[in-house]
């Protein structure tokens, strides 16, 4: 069983000395950088805790006090990142590679993501996504999300429980399965702005009317599923406000949310 460390100040890099203590208040032990594979980083309330070097833990996260992890440099990351109180892990540098390995989790606390990304640069995620109860798993404006793993909305709580939310002029590249989750509007995957969108998987509408896999609500596209498309038991699998979808190589099926979706020629289906 790791340890949980937690942060005693803000503005510092990550591999600090005397930044890591075993007891929120600091009068426990300290951590020597770096930390086990089974140890949690907790940002304690701390912000601008930099991540200045690669690193192997089992999770950081913003539980209990809140706090914030900042990544402004190319880095390499392996552990899971989880949504507190709020925002765990914000990139706003361009022109950098963040590559994550490991799982991200929404909040169950707060309308915040686990992770912000607000510049024209490159995320990797190695993991699954899943929004928590009220908060999003990854929301981000213009950087290449290239997601490898499974995304899902949130499976109870509030609107703003959706895997990944892209409102800007980036683009979204997903191998692995979408649903929906099971409250409002708690999609897998919600493009906007002039976004893009390629999956390699399926989609699957959530147990929620509006609980649809994909929302894309982009201008521009495009849009492309390598996969089946399914309803849900309430939620459609795909719903596009303005730019048509192509299904490639996978199955329309209606269940009970429908797939809003109609046969072209030569194979190809596009969505309505």
């Known amino acids: 069983m790791g340890t949980t460390w937690y942060a005693q100040s803000s503005s510092s890099n990550i591999d600090a000395v005397n930044l890591w203590n075993s007891a929120a208040g600091g009068g426990g032990s ?106 999003k798993g990854i929301s981000a404006t213009s950087p290449a999300v290239v997601i490898v793993g499974n995304v899902a909305g949130g499976a109870v709580g509030y609107d703003t429980a959706v895997g990944v939310d892209l409102r800007g002029t980036g683009s979204v590249t997903i191998t692995g399965n979408v649903t929906g989750g099971a409250t409002n509007s708690s999609y897998g995957v919600w493009v906007g702005g002039t976004g893009s969108l390629s999956l390699t998987g399926d989609v699957t509408g959530g147990t929620n009317a509006t609980a649809v896999g994909l929302y894309l609500d982009s201008t521009a596209g495009p849009f492309t599923v390598n996969g089946n498309v399914a309803g849900g038991t309430a939620g459609a699998g795909i719903y596009s406000r303005n730019v048509a979808v192509t299904v490639v190589g996978g199955n329309l099926i209606e269940n009970g949310g429908g797939c809003l979706a109609r046969k072209r020629p030569g194979g190809r289906r596009k969505l309505l």
């Open 30 to 135: 300290w951590l020597t950088w770096p930390p086990a594979a089974d140890d949690i980083l907790r940002a304690n309330g701390k912000t601008g805790l930099v991540i200045n070097v690669d690193f192997t833990c089992l999770q950081i996260d913003t539980l209990t006090s809140g706090g914030r992890f900042d990544a402004a440099t190319t880095r390499t990351i392996t552990c899971n990142v989880v949504g507190g109180t709020t925002v765990c892990l914000s990139i706003t540098t361009a022109a950098i590679t963040v590559t994550l390995n490991g799982n991200v989790t929404g909040s169950n606390t707060t309308a915040t993501s686990a992770i912000t990304a607000y510049a024209a640069f490159t995320l990797n995620v190695n993991g699954n996504v899943t929004a928590g109860t009220r908060g």
